[in-house]
């Protein structure tokens, strides 16, 4: 067959246009891989790498244990690892921040605590962390109890009420922070039992529980996980609980709450998991049935009850309804108490 000059020419035509597509559609390749890889992984098969827990306390506190616990169990189920990455500081907003900032794909989870509803209603968080976190499951439930050393008069919190009557303003007692569970549970407490108390705040938990062990402070309120080993010891003594109702553990079990005894004194703390929020709903759903599972455990149950802290396992439903109703309650609570305007007046 003979090819004429315009055959050639038609020829050369397609060839060109035939490269010309090529190199779009590798320019279209290339511009479109980042996007591919922004993906969340439930488009992929999740998780394929390890998974990132931050938890916003020191390492070997109550609220790291309790991770460990749970990422140990979860871990397994999932077939990755989940490693933990502490993030101290700024009354748990330095970790919380960061949460909140992460991309929302499951590779970068949370421990929260109650904390995380207290700190939007005083004014100097970043971020409103209710709205701005995603729940995943709410793990445990601890009432903070209120302790004396064991070399104290005070045997009861009748002992301890009737000498803050006796002598007003002399019992000191130790807090971690203005404004969180251990400084709202005895200022409702001294409201309602008309009574005056003078909190002395310390910077962490370790320091405080070394002033209330050496006598330097008379009383606390705090975690029954923190406490328990010294209750144990016989050198701290329970006087009363700020649970709705008494704790299952042996050890605290004859501690009465403070509504038992008249007193309108009541805060849980509690613990649980969060994602960034703009969770894919199928990872949000997989992350929910692992820590299910895992809180199902009788072993881990074990473990967490152990410590002194309630296993009480929430779905990400629940746990979002109860923050929503605690920033409801806690709001109305540290106003009435007086606490909302002492720390806005602390951080002026």
């Not at 907003?93 to 904390?115: C, F, H, K």
């Not at 601890?142 to 009420?161: E, F, Q």
Request: proline share 7%.
């Amino acid at each position: 067959m003979i090819t004429t000059h315009n055959d050639k020419n038609v020829i050369r035509e397609r060839h060109m246009q035939n490269q010309l597509r090529t190199r779009r559609m590798a320019l279209a390749a290339l511009c479109l891989a980042p996007l591919f890889a922004a993906l969340p992984a439930s488009a992929q098969s999740y998780p394929q790498r390890p998974i990132r827990v931050i938890v916003p306390f020191p390492a070997g506190g109550s609220t790291d244990i309790m991770g460990r616990i749970l990422t140990k169990a979860v871990e397994t189920r999932l077939g990755k690892p989940l490693i933990i990455e502490n993030k101290p500081g700024a009354g748990t907003m330095t970790g919380l921040n960061e949460l909140v900032g992460a991309r929302p794909d499951g590779y970068t989870i949370g421990m929260v605590t109650s904390t995380m509803v207290l700190q939007p209603l005083y004014g100097g968080s970043r971020h409103d962390y209710p709205n701005a976190l995603q729940p995943i499951a709410q793990v445990t439930v601890t009432p903070p109890v209120l302790v004396t050393g064991s070399d104290t008069p005070w045997k009861t919190a009748k002992d301890l009420i009737d000498d803050a009557k006796a002598h007003p303003r002399k019992i000191k007692y130790g807090i971690t922070g203005f404004g969180n569970s251990s400084h709202i549970g005895p200022t409702q407490l001294a409201r309602a039992a008309g009574i005056e108390i003078e909190p002395v705040s310390f910077d962490g938990g370790g320091v405080l529980l070394t002033a209330l062990l050496g006598g330097h402070i008379a009383v606390s309120a705090g975690s029954t996980v923190d406490y328990k080993p010294h209750i144990e010891a016989g050198k701290l003594r329970p006087l009363l609980s700020f649970g709705a109702t008494r704790s299952e553990d042996p050890l605290y079990k004859d501690v009465p709450t403070a509504k038992e005894l008249g007193y309108d004194a009541e805060i849980v703390s509690w613990t649980g998991v969060a994602a960034p929020k703009g969770l894919p709903a199928d990872i949000a759903a997989r992350l929910d049935e692992v820590f299910a599972a895992a809180m199902a455990d009788p072993e881990v149950k074990d473990a967490i009850a152990k410590l002194g802290s309630e296993p009480v396992y929430l779905n990400a439903a629940g746990f979002g309804a109860r923050w929503a109703s605690e920033t409801a309650k806690l709001r109305q609570v540290v106003a009435e108490t007086g606490i909302l305007e002492l720390v806005k007046s602390q951080r002026r």
